[in-house]
């Protein structure tokens, strides 16, 4: 559901502005980015995230 989220919207589309993005499907979303990087995310990393445009940086980041 993330990935039809993410392609379909515009990097400043944030929490509260995406229908599917509630705080559960943020836990969700962030489970997900652990297993892309291959780490857990420190919680100041996990609490940033607030639009998809978080969500490349924190790739980014990550080297992915």
Do not use: C, P, Y
Request: net charge negative.
């Amino acid at each position: 559901e993330f990935r039809r989220v993410l392609f379909r919207s515009a990097d400043d589309a944030a929490i509260g502005t995406l229908e599917a993005w509630d705080s559960l499907a943020h836990v969700r979303l962030m489970t997900a980015l652990e297993e892309v990087v291959g780490a857990q995310l420190a919680s100041d990393e996990i609490v940033a995230v607030a639009k998809l445009a978080d969500v490349a940086a924190l790739l980014a980041r990550h080297g992915r």
